[in-house]
């Protein structure tokens, strides 16, 4: 079946109930985190997120409609009806399960800090040593995020700064303005591979989701509560291109590494 990947204007010019009647899955993404989802000034969207939309699309015999909507405004826009699933990164919390469902987990990478080389956060080699010498550091996370929700629990000495996307982050960061940035490696080592990355270093460690529940319980893909023969579908199509191998594949391309989660 060939699918469709139409414009934000489209997306725009079509409702939720017009394009679920016309078999097409309207996918609410941001479009603004490499390698996760990019969007083109046309809204065409690229990334992993968008090949897991296709190939679920394909596995639904659906048409894929992609809606580019700023992270924090995802949830909102779902349960107004806006699109018919969240498939943006977006990791799986107890809080975020409160107001959505999600599908079974697909996808988990590691979060980790980036700092200035020479930072005297740059050597640290434990998760309780860098939290505590957080202190007194302005650290970027991008808001809505895990990100966001773990530095205000774990880190609270920290000065926190929000941003709307991981590209205002890195620009502050690149200038000066804050000393440390938080995100998941694959956002991170993009940043390190741009021009204003290059007197930049990671912390070397990581911190995965299993540290703390702020974290989340993978990456899923978000459905509205009541939308349960929806959820079923997409768990099951899920779980079939874990299991062949798809998702995996995919993650090679984008983040050169397999980021599949074993389905649960």
């Known amino acids: 079946m060939k699918l469709k990947l139409f414009s934000l204007l489209a997306c725009l010019a079509l409702g939720p109930t017009m394009a679920a009647a016309a078999g097409t899955l309207a996918i609410g993404t941001e479009g603004e985190y490499p390698p996760w989802s990019m969007a083109d000034a046309n809204g065409n969207v690229t990334g992993f997120d968008a ?6 699309c394909k596995k639904l015999e659906m048409d894929c409609r992609f809606v580019v909507q700023a992270f924090d405004g995802l949830i909102p826009a ?14 799986i919390t107890k809080k975020r399960l409160e107001e959505i469902n999600f599908s079974v987990g697909y996808a988990e990478l590691a979060n980790m800090v980036v700092v200035p080389k020479g930072s005297d956060l740059a050597d640290i080699k434990d ?7 957080m202190a007194g550091h302005k ?7 895990t990100h966001a929700h773990f530095m205000e629990k774990k880190a609270p000495g920290a000065d926190l700064r929000t941003y709307d996307t991981l590209d205002q982050m890195e620009i502050d ?10 995100a998941d490696v694959s956002a991170l080592q993009d940043f390190l591979k741009k021009p204003d990355g ?3 270093q990671l912390v070397d460690v990581n911190i995965n989701s299993s540290y703390d529940d702020s974290l989340g319980m993978g990456i899923g ?3 509205r509560k009541d939308d349960t023969e929806l959820k079923g579908k997409i768990d099951k199509a899920l779980c079939e291109l874990i299991a062949d191998g798809s998702i995996a594949k995919s993650s090679q391309k984008w983040f050169g590494m397999d980021i599949s989660r074993p389905c649960q």
């Open 51 to 56: 090949d897991v939309g296709a190939m679920l």
């Open 78 to 91: 779902l349960k107004a009806k806006q699109f018919d699933v969240i498939i943006s990164g977006m990791s």
């Open 127 to 133: 998760i309780p040593t860098l939290l505590e010498k």
């Open 139 to 145: 650290v970027g996370v991008q808001a809505g995020t």
């Open 173 to 182: 960061l690149a200038n000066g303005r804050i000393d440390a940035g938080f």
């Open 198 to 200: 290059a007197n930049f």
């Open 221 to 223: 893909v978000g459905i």
